[in-house]
Structure formats: C-alpha cells, structure tokens
C-alpha cells in the first residue's frame, strides 16, 4: 500500500514505473556471496573506458574547484568537428536520458501524444508521463521489426514527437535508410521525429542510417548519441543531441545551467579522438556477436540479429527461471518482463571469455532442464 502525503504529488506521477537497471555487480556478489560475477545487462563496454578519456580525466583533476563550462564548449567543438555540424546544432546532456527529459519538457503539454515502438527504450514513456503527454505505442513487426508505415498511421494532430530506437533497444532491430527517410517525409511538420541511435555505432549493415545526415541537409529531425556505450563512460553520464540550431536553442531553455560535470567534458572530448578504442570496441563486439549466434546455434535458442552490441535471444516459457539461475551462476543478463517479453532476456556482447562463460552456463542449464 502507497501512503498519502500532503501535498500531493501530481496526479500523472501515478502512471510512472520505476526503471529496473540491469543489477549491478556488487549487489550480486553481496547477495549471493559469488566471487567472480560477469555483468552482461547494461549494454556496458566490455573493454572498459576509453583509454584518452581516462588520460583526460587525470590532466583536469587540480581544476575541479572551478564550475563546469555550461555551454561544455570545448565537447560541442570536438563533436562538430567529428559529426561535420555546427557547434550550435550541438547540445551536451547529463547522459542522453536527460535529453529525452529535456525534450519532453520542451515540446510536451498535458494532452499531447507521442508515438514511440514498443518495445523499445523506457525513457520516452517516462518523458511523456512526467509531462502528463499520452503514449502511443506502435507494435514491432513479427521478427521485431521496426515498420514506418506503421508509425506514421499512429500520428494524429495531436502527436508531437515520434521516437525512433535505430538499432533498437532491446530488440537490436534497425530501421533502414530508406524506410527512414519515408518516415520522415511521411511526418507533418508539427510533428518532431527523434532518432536514438545510442547504438549506431554497433550497427554494420550498409542501409543503416543514423539520422545525422538529416540534421546536416537541414531537416527537423533530433538525433541522440551517447558515451556511455561505444566510449565506454557510461559512469560519467555524458550525452549529444544533434538538431537545427533552432530545435537546440529551444531545448537549451530549460536545461540546468552546470547539467554536465568537468571530467565528463574533459573525458568526452579525449574519447571522441581514441579511434583505435572506438575500432577495437566495434570489432570485438562485431566477433562476439557471431560467437553468441553460433552458441545459441548449438544450444537450439533463437535470437534476433542484432545491429546493436547485445542480442534478444528467446527462452521460452522458462526464461524468468534461467535468468535467475544464470544470476545463481555469477552472470548477470537482462530479464525481458519489463518489456513484455516474459520468454525473452537481453545479453550484452562481452569479451570472447565472458561470452564463452555466458554459453557455457546456459547450456548447462538448459541440459538439466532437458534432464
Ligand atoms: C543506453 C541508452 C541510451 C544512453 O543513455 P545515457 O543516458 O547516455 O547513458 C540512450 N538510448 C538508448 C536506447 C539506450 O539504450
């Protein structure tokens, strides 16, 4: 039973769910009294921070009495650089899930909808929720496909922002570039598309598109890219949105003055520059992926391809059971409920080792279940 304060907290509150983060691992290791855990539930780097970052990092420490920038000029100048964009189509968040909040808090009016797949991301229904907005959920395909035309259907004079998750989160499904440029032509203009490509630099397949290239050519669209995946920071909470100068100057209005702290700025700056990071990162999780295909091959499980650095692979009727029995074995992976996917868990591409570990435990575990 939920106890009344007074006051009482606004009413759209009601409708928001707490987010679940994957469990960490010392929480594993406490309650569990499990010595070595593997953690494949965050979408984490499993090679760790970048290494220029870190350097960074050490070079800014003496000056951490000072204010951070509050524009973090010295990142947007590294990302236009990087992104060929404007400085002023450039805006740094606390993580990318702040800027979901500051979008919603910059578009949304109690009443507005918002189109989004489902299921994908948590963080746009909590926007929308926290704006007293309502949610519009579009299924995905069979095969959980991301489908334009189906979006596009669910948009009425009422929708402000549609979402799109490019590869999708948690499915690893991606729109292709034609189907999102059909996307985006299909859209009124009172209507902003955004375009999550947290995990764009996962994605290998030639018709992949991040949406950057809108955002270069002029079009209304938000793109989100984050550090927290490929740069390996997602502890410091360093997000981008890249939009026309106008959309960000709105955007900027109602964020926090110092949103971004100073080692992030410093660090996110240095870890744009590590390519050889960047590449090694891609590459292994390009390998680990094909490594967990072929092992779910052998063990009979299916699973979606992914564009992304974790892949959705189906249980079946057992599969609350085997993610807590895979917890019982010291590794740590997705559940699927709070997808709506009760016979689904989502495993983050780790090393060779810790991917062989993941395979390994679970075929144990589906041999006793045949048992
Ligand atoms: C991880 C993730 C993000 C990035 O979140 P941060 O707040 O930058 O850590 C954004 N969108 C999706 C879909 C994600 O999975």
Same mark, same amino acid.
């Given at each position: 039973?939920?106890?009344?304060?007074?006051?009482?907290?606004?009413?759209?509150?009601?409708?928001?769910?707490?987010?679940?983060?994957?469990?960490?691992?010392?929480?594993?290791?406490?309650?569990?009294?499990?010595?070595?855990?593997?953690?494949?539930?965050?979408?984490?780097?499993p090679?760790?921070?970048?290494?220029?970052?870190?350097?960074?990092?050490?070079?800014?420490?003496?000056?951490?009495?000072?204010?951070?920038?509050?524009?973090?000029?010295?990142?947007?100048?590294?990302?236009?650089?990087?992104?060929?964009?404007?400085?002023?189509?450039?805006?740094?968040?606390?993580?990318?899930?702040?800027?979901i909040?500051?979008?919603?808090?910059?578009?949304?009016?109690?009443?507005?909808?918002?189109?989004?797949?489902?299921?994908?991301?948590?963080?746009?229904?909590?926007?929308?929720n926290?704006?007293?907005?309502?949610?519009?959920?579009?299924?995905l395909?069979?095969?959980?496909?991301?489908?334009?035309?189906?979006?596009?259907?669910?948009?009425?004079?009422?929708?402000?922002?549609?979402?799109?998750?490019?590869?999708?989160?948690?499915?690893?499904?991606?729109?292709?570039?034609?189907?999102?440029?059909?996307?985006?032509?299909?859209?009124?203009?009172?209507?902003?598309l955004?375009?999550?490509?947290?995990?764009?630099?996962?994605?290998?397949?030639?018709?992949y598109?991040?949406?950057?290239?809108?955002?270069?050519? %002029? *079009? &209304?669209?938000? =793109?989100?890219? !984050?550090?927290?995946?490929?740069?390996?920071? $997602?502890? +410091?909470?360093?997000?981008?949105?890249?939009?026309?100068?106008?959309?960000i100057?709105?955007?900027?209005?109602?964020?926090?003055?110092?949103?971004?702290?100073?080692?992030a700025?410093?660090a996110?700056?240095?870890?744009?520059?590590?390519?050889?990071?960047?590449?090694?990162?891609?590459?292994?999780?390009?390998?680990?992926?094909?490594?967990?295909?072929?092992?779910?091959?052998?063990?009979?499980?299916?699973?979606?391809?992914?564009?992304?650095?974790?892949?959705?692979?189906?249980?079946?009727s057992?599969?609350?059971?085997?993610?807590?029995?895979?917890?019982?074995?010291?590794?740590?992976?997705?559940?699927?409920?709070?997808? %709506? *996917? &009760?016979?689904? =868990?989502?495993? !983050?591409?780790?090393?060779?080792?810790?991917? $062989?570990? +993941?395979?390994?435990?679970?075929?144990?575990?589906?041999?006793?279940?045949?048992?």
């Amino acid at each position: 039973m939920k106890e009344q304060i007074s006051p009482k907290p606004r009413k759209t509150l009601e409708r928001i769910k707490d987010y679940t983060p994957g469990k960490p691992i010392w929480e594993v290791r406490e309650e569990l009294g499990l010595k070595q855990v593997i953690k494949l539930a965050s979408n984490e780097n499993p090679l760790g921070p970048a290494p220029k970052a870190l350097e960074a990092l050490e070079r800014c420490l003496g000056e951490l009495h000072r204010y951070p920038d509050a524009e973090a000029v010295g990142l947007r100048r590294a990302l236009a650089a990087k992104l060929a964009l404007e400085e002023d189509q450039l805006l740094i968040g606390n993580g990318a899930d702040e800027l979901i909040r500051l979008i919603s808090e910059t578009f949304l009016e109690a009443g507005d909808e918002i189109v989004i797949p489902a299921p994908t991301f948590g963080e746009y229904e909590f926007g929308a929720n926290l704006m007293d907005a309502a949610v519009v959920s579009v299924p995905l395909d069979d095969g959980f496909g991301l489908n334009a035309a189906a979006l596009l259907a669910a948009v009425n004079a009422k929708t402000k922002l549609v979402y799109l998750c490019s590869p999708n989160n948690p499915t690893g499904t991606y729109l292709p570039q034609a189907e999102l440029e059909l996307l985006l032509a299909g859209l009124p203009p009172r209507t902003l598309l955004i375009v999550d490509a947290a995990y764009g630099h996962y994605a290998t397949a030639a018709d992949y598109a991040n949406g950057l290239d809108f955002v270069r050519r %002029g *079009l &209304p669209v938000v =793109v989100l890219q !984050t550090f927290s995946k490929i740069y390996g920071l $997602a502890g +410091l909470r360093i997000g981008c949105a890249a939009a026309p100068a106008a959309v960000i100057a709105a955007i900027r209005k109602v964020k926090e003055p110092f949103n971004v702290n100073a080692l992030a700025q410093a660090a996110g700056a240095a870890a744009l520059d590590d390519d050889a990071f960047v590449e090694a990162s891609r590459r292994m999780n390009d390998e680990g992926r094909r490594q967990l295909y072929a092992g779910f091959g052998q063990l009979g499980v299916t699973y979606t391809e992914s564009m992304s650095n974790f892949v959705l692979a189906r249980l079946g009727s057992d599969a609350q059971k085997l993610y807590e029995r895979l917890l019982g074995k010291g590794i740590i992976v997705r559940n699927g409920g709070s997808w %709506g *996917l &009760p016979e689904h =868990v989502r495993i !983050t591409v780790g090393t060779p080792e810790e991917n $062989a570990l +993941l395979l390994q435990a679970l075929g144990e575990l589906l041999a006793e279940a045949g048992e």
